[in-house]
């Protein structure tokens, strides 16, 4: 005997099925990327590395005496000199006498120019931190900041820190408006397909045509 | 990218929560008494603004706060009074006002957690500061103590909305202007939906609700996208302009009956439009003409007899939405004119000598003559040539909005086909583009006759003064094939779905290729707000050195204005004086002719002013050599202080008479 569910109900039944399938896929794709940054550091490619400031060329930027690093402009960049670099992530450690509002690190393919597009800013929950998306070698920009007269003593650039298991869920504003958007026009599609198809199979199928009985003339006036 | 948490001990972010509470309580009353579920959050919104800016005009904002609370706890009473001791059935919310609370939630906990600041120059001259006027003073920023007149020509209805979720609980959070102006775009988008309700057709109202939710990204893209997206972030009035004379016309369309309840979504809708910009007016009058035109000439055939009847309640809606209109514009200007006697064109910096009521024929009057100025030839022409070829939109040039339109009523054509029905949508496509014609001649006329030359001729924000009409259009359009929906057979309604979720997956996709994610209200990092925070920080270091009955003179040679308006916006309630407008030392004196001319300020000149004005200090942001030059013989230190970055302040005194300016050392 078939169920007999009101269609509203079946619709908004399987909207809330397409969103938990949505979620479902989003934890299994990142899922993912940890156990391809898993395998990637067991077998070698990526390794943690520690970066000195001979690896970078300096722009509107001077080195002083004590090796600190003084900012000429509001535009400081460095630059790294192999173009490239296997990372995941960089972290850049450093103290500035002034706040540097704004410190973002770049990446580029081989060939391409650095761009917005292309543009990490340090996460929120480790401080230095700047994620760059897994799988490539890059050409590397690190901007310290957007104070000209900065003084700026690096402690640190490290590349590839391993990080924790929580670290790879977290949605990026992209995914955030997929996951908002997708699954409920996916489930309009389906609906609307399914009510292209002839009415006898209309009756077969459980998903449900919202307007199953509207194969008359339309009403315009009710 | 991870979101940043917030964490705020303080009242403040629990306010407009109470606030949102009341507009879903007034939301939910609207929809008892009988307006559509879709409708409802045009009302409540449009109620609350009338409410405030009523009493604000009045010269009691305060008052507003409390009777919306009154209201919204009386209507709690009336439904609960309804459901348990009368035993009706309240209707049941349908899914417009799901559309609306949810997404209003989801807003709020959003800008709670990004916490997004001003950062464009119109936020800082206008829309940011006016709502901060309204909340530090608790008066409508007509009458608030602030140095530039340019303030009181605009219109309240953000502003005051606004003031409404921060009324309660001191202090003013930019967020939360962001919040309210979401809000008002939220309760405009909903109405889209209102002729799917009938029906309950979920399947076609989801695609249209997330097309709308995307517009936003498709007007704001004509700027560089190297910055945040404006779209959800931005208090300028011109998107919700647009929107609001959208939600107008979706009002009227949504009904096929003018009862009394149909018809006060859409004259409040107009009361919106109307007090939101300066050009609303001219939105609403294309609103209401072809609202009437639609009710006399589309409405369902009738017997002989009732046409009279019908011509009765035609005529009866015309007279509601024309004096909703002109209660509208012109209380707000009866109110400027006893408070300020201040005129648009006066106030907006313009060599305007024609009034607005005279722009139409003197128009009229160029473009008939066979002796044009130059200037019009120019103007005029690349108008006609930008419509055309400017592209300064996501979607390319104005005519793509045209074409999308009259696309979007083919389509509808195309799934149902009743006479009825057909002659709506044509009356719709023809009327609609009539008065697009009207509409960009009347800001073609602001660039020949308001405008000074010098903005004229690079066509300042020509993208965002037209937008506002391709927004309301579209939304006219889509609401119109919604219509077709709710009244068409089921493989018809499954097409018009596909081609509402097509339509939907393109402009996601385009706008994907064009907005980086982190650019966008959902992926926005913190970081991009730490210039502004750095500034508010200075400017509250600075505010404690200063006299809080005090006026301040602000020297910044070179500024270009925008400075100005911002430490004018981070200082208040501390006040700026205009300071010859910031930038160079030059006084702004209209000539017998009429024109403007820019006289230089001498440093005796200067000095009189200084006491004239009743500044006690002045501060300097940038000082250059050619001030230093000219004016340094007023400061007591002839400018060594501010030259060894000592001070950047100086206290104003007299001295036998002379005024002279003392430096304000920091004491570290």
């Known amino acids: ?222 | 990218m991870p979101i940043k948490m917030v964490w705020v001990s303080t009242m403040i972010d629990i306010r407009i929560l109470i606030s949102f509470s009341e507009l879903i309580i007034l939301v939910l009353a609207f929809h008892q008494i009988g307006v559509k579920s879709s409708l409802a959050p045009l009302c409540a919104v449009g109620s609350v603004v009338v409410v405030f800016t009523l009493c604000g005009c009045l010269g009691a904002l305060p008052v507003a706060g409390w009777l919306v609370l009154f209201a919204s706890i009386i209507s709690v009473g009336w439904l609960v009074f309804r459901c348990l001791v009368q035993k009706k059935l309240l209707r049941i919310p349908q899914f417009g006002f799901w559309f609306f609370t949810v997404g209003g939630l989801f807003l709020i906990i959003l800008l709670w957690l990004k916490q997004p600041m001003f950062t464009e120059w119109d936020e800082f001259s206008f829309w940011g500061v006016g709502s901060k006027l309204l909340k530090e003073y608790n008066q409508l920023y007509t009458t608030a103590p602030v140095g530039w007149i340019w303030t009181q020509t605009q219109k309240p209805a953000l502003l005051v909305f606004s003031y409404f979720f921060q009324f309660f609980g001191n202090g003013y959070a930019e967020w939360q202007s962001y919040v309210a102006v979401d809000i008002f775009l939220l309760a405009t988008m909903t109405t889209v939906l209102g002729s799917l309700e009938d029906k309950k057709k979920i399947g076609a109202a989801i695609p249209l609700a997330v097309l709308m939710l995307l517009l936003p990204f498709v007007f704001y893209h004509y700027q560089n996208i190297t910055n945040v997206s404006p779209a959800y972030l931005c208090v300028l009035g011109d998107l919700p302009l647009g929107f609001a004379f959208g939600a107008t016309l979706c009002a009227h369309y949504c009904e096929k009956k003018y009862s009394a309840i149909n018809i006060l979504p859409v004259c409040l809708g107009l009361v919106l439009t109307t007090l939101t910009k300066d050009t609303g007016m001219a939105l609403a009058l294309v609103a209401m003409v072809l609202s009437f035109v639609d009710a006399m000439l589309c409405a369902k055939p009738r017997q002989l007899e009732s046409v009279k009847a019908s011509w009765k309640k035609e005529s009866l809606y015309f007279v509601a939405m024309l004096t909703s209109i002109v209660t509208a514009f012109g209380g707000w200007e009866l109110y400027i004119n006893l408070t300020t006697g201040a005129s648009r064109t006066e106030a907006a910096g313009s060599t305007a000598t024609i009034g607005i009521a005279e722009m139409p024929f003197v128009f009229l009057g160029e473009l008939l003559s066979s002796n044009k100025s130059g200037f019009f030839i120019e103007i005029t022409g690349n108008m006609l040539r930008s419509f055309f070829t400017s592209f300064g939109y996501m979607l390319g040039s104005g005519v793509v909005f045209l074409l999308l339109v009259w696309g979007i009523l083919g389509g509808a054509i195309l799934i149902y086909r009743e006479k009825p029905a057909m002659r709506r949508y044509i009356f719709y496509g023809i009327g609609s583009t009539m008065g697009f014609i009207c509409w960009y001649s009347l800001i073609t006329m602001s660039y020949l006759y308001v405008l000074r030359p010098e903005q004229a001729l690079i066509y300042e924000s020509y993208e965002r003064y037209v937008y506002p009409y391709y927004v309301g259009w579209l939304l006219g359009a889509l609401c119109l094939f919604a219509t077709a929906i709710s009244a068409s057979t089921r493989k018809k309604i499954a097409l018009g779905q596909l081609g509402l979720v097509t339509l939907t997956a393109l402009i996601f996709l385009r706008i994907s290729q064009l907005v980086p994610e982190q650019y966008t209200v959902l992926g926005v990092h913190p970081d991009e707000y730490n210039r502004r925070q750095e500034f508010a920080q200075s400017v509250q270091q600075l505010c404690a050195r200063l006299d809080p009955e005090g006026r301040t003179f602000f020297v910044s040679s070179n500024d270009d204005g925008l400075g100005w308006f911002m430490y004018c916006y981070e200082m208040l309630p501390y006040q700026l004086d205009y300071s010859y407008g910031g930038g160079t030392m030059e006084e702004r004196v209209i000539s017998s002719n009429g024109s403007i001319q820019k006289i230089h300020v001498t440093i005796d000149a200067w000095e009189i002013y200084l006491v004239e004005s009743g500044c006690t200090t002045v501060y300097i942001d940038y000082a250059s050599s050619d001030f230093a030059a000219e004016y340094g013989a007023l400061f007591e230190d002839n400018m060594t202080s501010y030259h060894n970055r000592q001070t950047n302040l100086y206290e104003v005194t007299t001295e036998n008479g002379n005024v002279v300016l003392v430096p304000i050392l920091m004491i570290s």
Not at chain 1, 7 to 29: D, E, G, I, P, T
Not at chain 1, 143 to 150: L, V
């Open chain 1, 1 to 222: 005997m078939q169920k007999h569910l009101r269609r509203n109900n079946s619709f908004f039944l399987r909207v809330v099925v397409l969103y938990l399938c949505a979620l479902l896929a989003f934890l299994l794709v990142h899922f993912a990327y940890f156990v391809q940054n898993r395998l990637a550091y067991a077998s070698g490619i990526l390794t943690q590395q520690k970066l000195s400031l001979d690896d970078f060329i300096l722009i509107d930027m001077e080195m002083t005496e004590d090796g600190s690093l003084v900012c000429l402009s509001t535009d400081p960049q460095l630059i790294a000199k192999d173009s490239s670099i296997v990372a995941e992530n960089l972290n850049f450690q450093a103290e500035y006498t002034l706040p540097p509002l704004l410190v973002n690190v770049f990446w580029a393919d081989v060939g391409e120019v650095h761009s917005v597009r292309n543009m990490a800013y340090e996460t929120d929950s480790a401080e230095g931190l700047f994620l760059l998306p897994p799988g490539g070698a890059y050409s590397l920009r690190i901007d310290p900041g957007i104070q000209a007269e900065n003084i700026v003593t690096i402690n640190s650039i490290t590349i590839n820190t391993k990080r924790d298991f929580g670290f790879f869920f977290i949605p990026s504003g992209g995914e955030l408006a997929l996951l908002l958007f997708l699954p409920s026009l996916l489930a309009s599609c389906i609906e609307a397909v399914m009510c292209l198809l002839p009415k006898r199979l209309l009756d077969k199928n459980t998903f449900g045509c919202l307007d199953a009985d509207k194969d008359g003339v339309g009403q315009y006036h009710d």
